[in-house]
Structures are given as C-alpha cells and as structure tokens.
C-alpha cells in the first residue's frame, strides 16, 4: 500500500484553517520555495516525462530528428503545465501538493478560500514573471520588496500563508469524511 508514501502530498477536499497573520513571515517565503521545488518535480517527472516516453515511442522517427531539442521543448512545456496543475489545485483545494507538504494554502487576503477568477489570474501572471529576468529573481524581489506576496499574488489579491491542517494523514481522512457526511446530510434534508 502506498499511502504512507503520499501521507504530506494530497490536497483534502476540506480546506484547513488559515494562519493569515503569516502572510509577511519569510519562513512563508522559504516554504514556497520548498514547494515549488515538490510542484516543479511531480509536474515534470510524474506528468511530462510519461508524455514525453509516449510521444517517443509512438512517433521514434520525428522524435529522433529532434535530437538534443527534446530536453528544452520539454522544458517550454512544463510552465503551461505547471501553471494549469496549480490554477486547478489552488482553485479547487487551496494548495497544490507541494504547499500541503510545506504547510501552505492560497487563500484571498481576506481569509476565504481562494475563488476560480483569483487562482486564474495568479496563475496566468507566472508568465509575466518569466518575462526577461530569471523567475527566481523576480520572484524573490518581489517578495522581499512586498509583504510576501509576488506579482501574482497582488494581481489576484490572494496571500499564502500556513495552513492550520491535520498533522497526519487519518485526521484529515476522518475531516473528509465527516465534511461529506454533513454535505449529504444537509442535502438530503433539502429533499
């Protein structure tokens, strides 16, 4: 079984309390990093390069012309990729799991969960910090200059910030539960 290999990585439909208050600690900023890192990695590795193994097999005599190219065209590849894995999982959960394991959540500055238009437009803006400068550069003079928070981040008026979640993977399995057990419950009363 693999769950203990997962325990730390998967988003729960439940979205965790946040810690607004961190918003501005630089711990936040390093955890980010972390998880980007873990995002950037499942992205690549656990998404793309089976694609890209597929496409290999499937069309050997285009992908042999290509030679040495493969590696950068994958890499053009990964940012809509990575950008489209992190609007859903932000929009849907409020972390990707590289923030679960970092103990990180986007939420709206406000404190709600962050909405459909809010992961959209900070995710879309992640090409505007790739332009002309090296996105690690952008990103953390942005962040050091500002509250924390990255071009993205003010575009779409959402803060990350540490999540509140279950420790271990059975309470937040159980949190699950009971959410959708009220959810049904709920719904069945309506009826």
Same mark, same amino acid.
Do not use: E, H, I, W
């Given at each position: 079984m693999i769950d203990w290999k997962l325990d730390g990585? *998967? /988003?729960? &439909? &439940?979205? /965790? @309390?946040p810690e607004v208050q961190t918003a501005s600690d630089r +711990? %936040?900023?390093?955890?980010r990093t972390g998880a980007a890192a873990i995002d950037l990695f499942v992205c690549y590795v656990l998404l793309e390069f089976p694609l890209i193994y597929v496409a290999s097999v499937l069309f050997n005599g285009p992908y042999e012309a290509l030679g040495g190219a493969v590696i950068p065209l994958s890499l053009l590849v990964l940012l809509p990729l990575y950008a489209t894995y992190s609007f859903t999982l932000e929009w849907r959960y409020g972390r !990707? /799991? +590289?923030?679960? =394991?970092? +103990?990180?959540?986007?939420?709206? !500055? #406000? +404190? &709600?969960?962050? !909405?459909?238009? @809010?992961s959209a %437009?900070? =995710?879309?803006?992640?090409? *505007?910090d790739l332009l002309g400068v090296p996105p690690l550069v952008v990103g953390l003079v942005v962040a050091l200059a500002t509250d924390g928070r990255r071009v993205g981040d003010h575009a779409a008026n959402t803060i990350? *910030? &540490?999540s509140t979640a279950? !420790? #271990?993977l059975e309470t937040a399995v159980a949190a699950d539960a009971d959410a959708s057990a009220a959810a049904r419950a709920s719904g069945e009363e309506k009826n």
């Open positions: 990585f *998967v /988003p729960t &439909r &439940r979205q /965790p @309390a +711990g %936040v900023l390093l955890a !990707t /799991p +590289g923030k679960v =394991n970092r +103990g990180l959540l986007v939420v709206m !500055t #406000d +404190g &709600r969960q962050c !909405t459909l238009r @809010a %437009v900070r =995710n879309l803006s992640r090409y *505007v990350v *910030v &540490r279950p !420790t #271990d």
